[in-house]
């Protein structure tokens, strides 16, 4: 008899973060109950990673699993749904296959309402102002981040022909003319790389482009890292979205904006709508200030960006935002359905907010506020070395030769800027005092010890125990000139070596002997 095949958690069990998110990639994954406790175990190679939770620890929200190598076992799924968590699944390119929910409350009424929203006019409502409010996201975009208030009043333009708009098709339309205007602004962004990571990366890498992939002509299979970035995070909504929608009761694949279409969640997309934008302002955020790090990315043969584990796992714990920016959308699709069908003599009936809790928090005499954790930033690099964990742009390794390539840069360019008559009648002095000083220098009155050996050997390492301004005054020169001498970049004329001899502490009394 064959032994079972079973799950061997480590004594060292990784927690639960305090997001609520687990995620999960590699392969031989495995989600499955062992003594009545969820263990997780993944990973590649001797990396793995394990969690072990029981079933009175109520801090899981989401399973994220990104890969098909490994199983769960029915049991663990049912615990899954007990403990109220729920649970994601994505394929390598981050396209949603399915999301588990707990038990949704069942509302016929509310359902009915949802079919029939299309005939009555309610599917028009709630779909202008979900595509006004992705507007007022997009617009804010571009004029706050993108610096282009024209391109914003542009856009803004679009809502307006929201309120005339006579069916589902012309929302469509202007939803349709009000994207083509936003990713227009997005086509010369600059995609950063550190240096030494700019000659490897394809040419299609180092601009945004278009939102619109060259492999597909669709903005699935990404052709460059921020469309990558933005399909996985938007496969997170989708899945987000969805179950918010079922929670509160509603049916995820009966659409109000989006047409009805064979395994597609279209409520879920019409919901999504308005956390674009919320999407867009993140990846953006992370275009302007920080670089993207190669070993995240790597390019599949057909030329579709892939994302590497470790940079997916940081994507998917901000699962967390996008769950409480889907809360409250979906709990005011779900009270516009039904408000649409209820009878107008029984009085007014608000449904409960399950996602939110806001009518629990207003009935003590609260003001309802959603709390929105802030994005976690990505890891800075160092745009030298690509080195993690840095505080500014360089390590401490690369800052001393990028410090002395911008003064170089610097000096370029203040050289390079037309001079006054004034400083050059100042410069053309300097020089020729310079040139008569050196002229009537006689050799005979300086030490005969005082040679170009005892210059480098002895003079010279005792310069940089001394400030540059006490050069620069001794020897009656700039304070930039100054600073090479005591680097020993540069080399003073013999007339200053005397000089500098004292300023050290060399005595010139001494004979050579």
Known sequence: MTASHTLTCSPNLEQIPKHGTLFMSGYGMRLQVQHGHLCADWGVGRDRHNVRLSRVKRDLKRIIVLGSGGFATFEALRLVADIGASLIFLDGRGKLLFASTPTAPSGV???????????????????????????????????????????????????????????????????????????????????????????????????????????????????????????????????????????????????????????????????QEVLRPAVDSFVLNWIQTERFSKADFWEDRNGNCRIGSPLAKKLCETANTWRRLAAPVAEWVAQALWNSSRNSAKGEQILPTRLTQRRKSEGRGNTFELRIKPLPLPTKICEVCGAEGVKSRYCKACAVEAARENMAQAALIGHSRPKTQRVKDRMSKTISDHAVANTWWEPKSSPSWLTEECYIQRIQPLLRNKKVREIAEALKVSQPYAALIRSGRCRPHKRHWAVLAELVGIQLDRDSS
């Open 109 to 271: 009424r509310l359902r009915r309402a949802q079919c029939l929203a299309p005939e009555n006019g309610t599917a028009l409502n709630i779909s202008r102002e979900l595509i006004s409010q992705k507007i007022d996201g997009q617009a804010a975009i571009v004029r706050d981040m993108l610096g282009n208030p024209v391109a914003a009043d542009a856009i803004l333009q679009f809502k307006a022909e929201l309120s005339e708009t006579p069916d589902i098709d012309a929302v469509r339309l202007v939803e349709a003319q009000a994207a083509k205007t936003f990713w227009s602004q997005w086509a010369d962004v600059p995609i950063r790389w550190p240096r030494k990571d700019e000659v490897q990366v394809p040419a299609h890498w180092k601009r945004f482009a278009s939102r619109i992939s060259p492999v597909s002509h669709s903005q699935r299979l990404a052709a460059n890292p921020p469309n990558a970035c933005m399909n996985l995070i938007h496969a997170l909504c989708e899945a987000e979205c969805r179950i918010a929608s079922i929670a509160m009761g509603l049916d995820p694949e009966i659409g109000l904006l989006h047409c009805d279409a064979p395994n597609r969640s279209s409520l879920a997309n019409d919901l």
